[in-house]
């Protein structure tokens, strides 16, 4: 089984502050993602890698920054922390070159910021 | 990249057939399908995932007409724990940086006794 973990269930953290989001996969997996959920906004992407050092933007990069330095674990990065950055955050991982192409998700870590 | 739109919201009753419908007008020649499902307080679990014609696993059907711009996912018989967020996706899989997926809004499905 596939397991992606989170390293919070919830945190709260203050404005200006960096935060730090981590993601472990155990399944050897080339592509992660990570996504916030927002009320009546559905999942939006931040930021995906497709391979270890490797990361591209999603929909909704500013403010954030990713860090892949092995494959297994995926880094969100709040440099400045804002209110507006107060969502749940999910991670994801997937398999890259073989069908169906399922995005495994961990628990999600709800941030809030004061 | 395609988008997709499905109902905000479905009711039911336990014991029913559910085909939540999602229409996808600019699918991709080699775009799939996927569903997936999203309890409160969980990540999304994927479903099931289709290219064309009928898709079956243990838990629900996917239909995808000959012309890919719609998709209807059917779920049997369903019980109080099937209610929950649906979502319909299309994108492409295998593919390295251009590769990704947009998850809607969702359908919110309520399944009552």
């Known amino acids: 089984d596939v397991k992606v973990t989170q390293s919070s269930r919830y945190l709260v953290k203050r404005t200006g502050e960096k935060v730090f989001l981590e993601c472990v996969q155990d399944?050897?997996?080339?592509?992660m993602f990570w996504y916030r959920q927002d009320p009546g906004l559905g999942l939006r992407l931040i930021y995906f890698s497709y391979d270890v050092k490797m990361k591209e933007k999603g929909d909704i990069p500013e403010g954030y920054s990713v860090s892949r330095e092995k494959k297994e674990r995926f880094s969100l990065i709040l440099e400045s922390a804002s209110t507006n950055q107060t969502s749940m955050y999910l991670c994801?991982?997937?398999?890259?070159?073989?069908?169906?192409?399922?995005?495994?998700f961990g628990p999600g870590t709800r941030l809030t910021v004061t | 990249l395609a988008k997709t739109t499905q109902p905000i919201s479905m009711d039911s009753y336990e014991g029913q057939e559910v085909n939540i419908t999602c229409s996808h007008n600019n699918i991709a020649t080699n775009d799939y399908i996927t569903w997936y499902q999203q309890f409160p307080s969980q990540g999304p679990r994927f479903i099931i995932q289709?290219?064309?014609t009928k898709v079956t696993n243990e838990v629900a059907s996917l239909f995808i007409p000959a012309d890919r711009k719609s998709s209807t996912l059917s779920l049997p018989r369903v019980s109080l724990s099937d209610t929950a967020v649906y979502y319909c996706?299309?994108?492409?899989?295998?593919?390295?940086?251009?590769?990704?997926?947009?998850f809607g809004s969702g359908t919110r499905l309520l399944v009552r006794p």
């Open positions: 289709g290219y064309k």
């Open positions: 399944m050897d997996h080339e592509n």
């Open positions: 994801a991982s997937r398999l890259k070159t073989l069908p169906p192409y399922e995005q495994y």
């Open positions: 996706l299309v994108g492409v899989g295998g593919m390295d940086s251009s590769y990704k997926l947009i």
